[in-house]
């Protein structure tokens, strides 16, 4: 069971009925609260629904778990008729005691089928974990079946069964098309009901309810309750254009809010999930961050946008230079990249070997240099096998900011700036601080709690390496720096500061 907590009281709710996670939402408002007439549905989706509902799928999982408890055996005289029962109940028939008891956990969701042979779409939390999933017909018949392939990031899994005859199937749609305020509807399994129709609207596009790197849901409130996860979202046409994932409620009931996986996303991992059994992402190599208003203006750039490249994966893509560190990537492959969370899905979205045209912002021009993109998963096995951090194309960190640890000790300093107080790194302070040999700058020796630094999270052991990029090497040059961005009239300074074992992140410290 996954948990995200947050805030505010109302839940995200896996809508299987076995996981859940939590998130912010928002108090209803509007015409809804203010009692405002709304406008009538579509007269009957009665036609349309008949079509659909022999394609909607309930599915049944089940997973033997051991019971590690240790229970306690309780004494029964001898030669008691009620022994054989003890026994079973206790001992699980094996006479080794509560502990080697198993206990069979169960749970229902849905999924729909998307090719008459057999396949069937889901979501990866209603199969996770499953010794055995079980596919329940609108007919009344069931199959077993088999799983080819999950996708954690977005949610989804894809299953095979063995029909007889073929299988009634629908078609993908375009979610792309579809328009805030247009009719849907939800078809799925709900508190193990069966199949059920809802119908609602689109009312919102393109949100992130911090369930994954890839968040770009169909917000619906088309009735969304447990045991709907994997169902299908339909369009008038009676195409699938979302897979329902997700609601937000206090009590795991719907409310009106739930959220769909969009087939702009899902149809290319179900398409890979389908020829390789896994997902086959493009990887760009890079470590971004926001653009934030302080960065934006430190960059002289007239509105924050794009992605910020905070480093650069050793054996990834761009390690010759063709994207450098304090690079802002703009536009990928033609897409724009509006905030830095467009960046992760263009990448992903695109093939493996694929030759794109990267727009970068560097030393405040506009250029664009060719990429070949990697394999995600390559990526991450790189960095398991140099037990270095999961890699995703937007790899962040909480706030964009490593917490470094403060040494115990620290060396004389020559050097106060914006309430840091800095060192030469050479031989002595990289011992003191435990920074490694590759990480060249200036040291931070101590930060004063009240800074502008300290506000950023800049710790002592942490190098800058770079402010307005340009590069440090000595406590002077920091100080040069920074009198020369304020006599330009800067209000703010971009430093580009490595933690201990030289991984970047830019900040941006006030200097009034």
């Known amino acids: 069971m996954s948990h995200r907590s947050r805030s505010f009281r109302s839940v995200v709710v896996a809508t299987g009925l076995a996981l859940s996670l939590t998130t912010i939402s928002a108090p209803l408002s509007g015409a809804w609260a203010q009692g405002a007439p709304t406008q009538q549905g579509p007269e009957s989706v009665a036609d349309l629904a008949e079509g659909l509902l022999d394609a909607v799928v309930n599915i049944s999982t089940s997973q033997n778990v051991k019971n590690d408890d240790q229970a306690v055996m309780p004494q029964v005289p001898e030669g008691s008729p009620f022994q054989d029962f003890f026994d079973e109940f206790f001992k699980g028939g094996q006479g080794g005691g509560g502990a080697q008891r198993q206990r069979k956990v169960e749970s229902l ?4 089928v998307i090719d008459p042979t057999g396949f069937i779409v889901t979501n990866n939390h209603v199969i996770e974990g499953a010794d055995d999933i079980e596919i329940n017909f609108a007919n009344g018949s069931k199959l077993k079946a088999k ?7 977005t949610d989804l899994a894809l299953l095979k069964v063995e029909p007889k005859k073929p299988l009634t199937a629908v078609p993908f749609g375009d979610s792309r098309q579809m328009r805030i305020g247009d009719w849907v509807m939800a078809i799925g399994n709900p508190f193990g009901l069966g199949g059920t129709v809802t119908v609602g609207i689109i009312s919102a596009r393109g949100r992130n309810i911090n369930a994954g790197p890839y968040d770009n849901f169909i917000q619906t409130d088309a009735a969304i309750n447990k045991g709907n996860s994997g169902g299908p979202l339909f369009n008038m046409n009676g195409e699938v254009i979302g897979i329902n994932t997700a609601i937000i409620s206090p009590t795991g009931g719907s409310i009106g809010i739930g959220f769909s ?10 398409g890979q999930l389908r020829e390789f059994g896994e997902t086959q992402r493009g990887w760009l190599g890079v470590r971004i961050q926001p653009v934030t208003d302080d960065i ?6 007239d509105v924050p946008r794009g992605a910020l490249v905070a480093g650069i994966i050793k054996g990834g893509p761009v390690e010759k230079g063709e994207i450098k560190t304090g690079d802002v990537i703009l536009k990928f492959d033609g897409r724009d990249v509006l905030e830095m969370r467009d960046l992760p899905r263009a990448v992903a979205e695109s093939p493996v070997g694929k030759a794109v045209d990267v727009v970068i912002m560097r030393d405040g021009k506009e250029q664009t240099v060719k990429v070949t993109l990697g394999r995600l998963e390559d990526g991450e ?8 951090d999961e890699i995703v194309p937007g790899d962040e960190t909480e706030d964009g900011v490593d917490q470094a640890e403060p040494p115990e000790e620290t060396a004389p300093a020559s050097d106060t700036v914006l309430g840091m107080t800095l060192l030469t790194l050479d031989d002595e302070s990289r011992t003191t601080f435990g920074i490694s040999a590759d990480v ?20 002592s052991g942490d190098v800058i390496v770079e402010i307005g990029q340009e590069p440090m090497k000595t406590p002077e040059d920091v100080t040069a720096r920074i009198e020369a961005l304020k006599s330009a009239g800067r209000r703010n300074a971009l430093f580009m500061i490595a933690n201990k074992t030289g991984e970047l992140r830019f900040v941006t410290v006030r200097m009034e």
């Open 109 to 112: 969701g849905s999924g729909f």
């Open 147 to 153: 799983l080819i392939g999950t996708d954690t990031k």
């Open 261 to 270: 996986v969009p087939t702009e996303l899902a149809q290319n991992i179900i």
């Open 296 to 301: 934006a203006e430190s960059l002289k750039m």
């Open 381 to 388: 096995a790189v960095a398991a096998a140099s037990g270095g």
């Open 440 to 459: 060249e700058g200036v040291v931070i020796s101590e930060v004063d709690p009240q800074s502008a630094a300290a506000e950023r999270r800049v710790t």
